[in-house]
């Protein structure tokens, strides 16, 4: 069984910055895209951030300019640096791996809230 767990989520003011971290551990084998998803409160789960093991890099647009996705694929982690963060980014942050159409492929982790707010 796959597990994730993503850390580094707390309260932030408006412009602040966050950096997010998923540890990936299981059975794993050469997973192609990982991505960040998040859930607002009222909201479904969307895809923010997806990287490729090679390092291709996308955004949803809502984030761009703001916000860097990273991964080690050696510790089999990503990561998520969030700056100018504002108060629609507001939302509990999930990782997983992505199946190149913006689904998480294993079961989702607990995620880390993220509240933006002075």
């Known amino acids: 069984q796959v597990q994730l767990v993503e850390s580094g989520g707390g309260l932030v003011q408006p412009g602040g910055s966050l950096r997010l971290s998923c540890a990936v551990s299981?059975?794993?084998?050469?997973?192609?895209?990982m991505g960040w998803y998040r859930q607002a409160p009222g909201r479904q789960r969307e895809l923010v951030a997806a990287?490729?093991?090679?390092?291709?890099?996308n955004y949803a647009d809502s984030v761009k300019g703001r916000f860097t996705i990273s991964r080690d694929n050696g510790k089999n982690t990503v990561y998520l640096q969030m700056n100018d963060l504002k108060p629609e980014d507001t939302a509990v942050y999930y990782c997983?791996?992505?199946?190149?159409?913006?689904?998480?492929?294993?079961?989702w982790g607990k995620g880390t809230l993220v509240t933006v707010s002075s």
């Open positions: 990287i490729a093991r090679g390092g291709n890099t």
């Open positions: 299981g059975s794993i084998f050469n997973i192609n895209v």
């Open positions: 997983n791996r992505d199946n190149g159409r913006g689904n998480g492929v294993y079961y």
